[in-house]
């Protein structure tokens, strides 16, 4: 299970998870790991498009505390429905929603979080940060993204 951390514009108007620019990051990403994304559950924390308006544009706003809350108990019954083997938390606000707590994302990347979860939990950067990285560091971005994301299937 991949979750996010909540719809972008694109998700927001097509009602999926993934289906914008981070969700062509993240479909590239799982072929060089060999994971179908037809084999896993993808969600988002929030569940709605957080944003502020800039001019006729939606702008994505990271979601506040209350917004994580709200949308909580979505997220839990989709893991006791769902009851993956591993769960991997793209981002910070992600993280924050399954394990409880703000997190730092470059002090637990690469090894399983210890968590009261029957699945083992990972965390990792969001697809979109690679997006915003500046190209000569963005082959490098991805490549520790894809190695995040082969840990985790290992871990299956």
């Known amino acids: 299970m991949l979750v996010g951390e909540q719809p972008g514009d694109q998700e927001d108007r097509q009602g999926h998870p993934f289906v914008g620019p981070a969700g062509r990051v993240l479909d590239e990403a799982l072929e060089q790991v060999g ?22 544009r939606r ?14 108990p979505w997220l839990e019954a989709e ?23 703000p997190t730092r994302i470059n002090q637990v990347r690469g090894a399983p ?5 029957e699945a083992k939990v990972f965390v990792t950067v969001h697809p979109a ?7 000569p560091a963005r082959d490098h971005a991805m490549r520790d993204f894809v ?6 299937v290992a871990a299956l």
């Not at 179908?36 to 006729?56: D, E, L, M, Q, T």
């Not at 702008?59 to 909580?72: G, K, N, Q, S, V």
């Not at 979080?113 to 979860?117: E, F, N, S």
């Not at 940060?129 to 190209?135: A, C, G, Q, V």
């Open 35 to 56: 994971v179908p994304r037809s084999r896993i559950f993808v969600s988002n924390a929030v569940k709605h498009f957080a944003w502020k308006p800039r001019g006729k």
């Open 59 to 72: 702008i994505h706003r990271p979601p506040t505390a209350d917004e994580l809350r709200a949308c909580h």
């Open 79 to 101: 893991l006791r429905l769902v009851r993956p083997r591993v769960v991997v938390c793209l981002g910070a606000s992600a993280a924050r929603s399954v394990l409880g707590r």
């Open 113 to 117: 979080v210890d968590v009261p979860l």
């Open 129 to 135: 940060s690679i997006l915003r990285t500046d190209p």
């Open 147 to 152: 190695a995040d994301l082969q840990t985790a």
